[in-house]
């Protein structure tokens, strides 16, 4: 079986792309609703109602094994019911998460618990806090994928970046009657305002801070792509005038996805084994090589005190058939921000956030701390591309 199909027709790197009613949101441990305040164009009859929601810390037992078709679950899920038994605090909860080394879909099926479950096979660990898009999908699992788009085009209409986490919530798990099951799914996304307040706070102090920021407290998950752009480059530009570049890049670049240190490690192990660069290059090339993305615009190149990197185009074939700066652009960056706004005009230092998510790759490689990068190219200035130097000390 191709590892990458399967689990109701869904492709594993489609799903990747996409970023990845009052029952559930009503009672949703362990979820915490978000400002409903909205600036949504209504939604087309028939879709689900979506709700932005915070899910905080939670203690979490589960099974995390691969999966290629959903009929693998239920053996674990017997396995998790007899296991968690009364400690079970919330329902039955499946966790897709992206960008990790495995074969099919890397998977997750547990429960939220009161306490830590020891028994052999089942995992307790804490869930990190994440934002997420929110509705409640009645029908069959393999209807799943209708609610599961619609989340990520409302959150790419918004700006927003796609965390790579895909959850689904069984709130009622009809298996004899499956066209009465209501799953709510909830695709994750980095929450950009309160991450960047919070390293401007931490770089620049709460006064400096606050002038920066100013005017973020009206962005909220609702808020659609040009007004967020809007907002974003004003901020950038105050941060520009008032800081060095060094700051620039401290700030911004921890602004970023989260990248799962499963990606990391299988890079680290490649470079441990290989001492050389040149092969973590080779390694990433050959797997980006297998997916929509093809390889980096720019071929990486380290010379012992420069690391030179440049990303992917989000769509290399949009993106080599484009005849103008939006049509690359757009076939270009990850960034739905930069990619979905009609007419960006946002300074290129702001590039620093796709620094930020190499960043997280290269640091633990090479065992230092970048303190100094320079944006060579950027797609904001006109560029084909978007390429950065880390200069190491």
């Not at 164009?41 to 999966?67: H, N």
């Not at 103008?324 to 007419?343: I, M, P």
Request: proline content about 7%; glycine content about 6%; hydrophobic content about 40%.
């Amino acid at each position: 079986m191709n590892p990458n199909t399967g689990l109701d027709g869904w492709d594993r790197r489609a799903l990747v792309a996409l970023g990845l009613r009052g029952l559930a949101l009503a009672s949703l441990p362990p979820c915490i609703l978000l400002d409903p305040t909205r600036s949504f164009a209504m939604p087309a009859e028939g879709d689900p109602e979506i709700e932005a929601l915070v899910r905080p810390e939670t203690l979490f037992a589960g099974i995390r094994r691969p999966i290629s078709d959903r009929k693998e679950l239920e053996p674990r899920i017997a396995v998790l019911e007899k296991a968690c038994g009364s400690k079970i605090s919330g329902p039955l909860t499946h966790i897709f998460r992206f960008d990790t080394p495995v074969e099919g879909f890397d998977s997750e099926i547990g429960f939220p618990v009161s306490e830590p479950v020891t028994t052999e096979g089942v995992t307790t660990h804490t869930l990190r806090s994440m934002h997420f898009y929110s509705a409640v999908h009645e029908g069959p699992t393999d209807s799943l994928r209708e609610t599961i788009g619609l989340l990520y085009r409302r959150l790419y209409e918004a700006g927003l970046s796609a965390e790579l986490e895909l959850v689904e919530v069984y709130h009622d798990r009809n298996l004899e009657r499956p066209a009465e099951s209501r799953t709510q799914v909830m695709a994750s996304f980095l929450a950009w305002p309160e991450v960047y307040r919070e390293q401007l706070v931490r770089a620049l102090g709460n006064e400096k801070a606050r002038a920066i920021w100013q005017g973020g407290e009206r962005i909220t998950p609702y808020t659609q792509v040009d007004e967020r752009c809007a907002w974003v480059a004003a901020s950038i530009d105050r941060l520009k005038a008032s800081t060095s570049v060094d700051q620039q890049f401290d700030i911004l670049s921890r602004v970023a996805l989260i990248r799962p240190q499963e990606d990391v490690m299988q890079y680290k192990e490649v470079y441990a084994r290989e001492k050389d660069m040149a092969a973590v290059f080779r390694a990433q090339h050959e797997k980006m090589s297998k997916t929509r993305f093809g390889s980096f615009a720019d071929p990486p190149t380290f010379d012992g005190k420069v690391l030179h990197v440049s990303k992917p185009p989000y769509n290399r074939e949009r993106y080599l058939a484009a005849e103008t700066q939006t049509d690359r652009r757009k076939a270009y960056c990850f960034c739905s921000l930069v990619r979905e706004a009609s007419d960006p005009h946002i300074d290129p230092i702001f590039c620093y956030r796709a620094a930020g998510w190499a960043r997280q790759l290269y640091e633990p490689i090479l065992e230092v701390e970048f303190e100094r990068c320079l944006i060579t190219h950027s797609i904001l200035k006109g560029d084909p591309f978007c390429a950065w130097d880390y200069h190491l000390a």
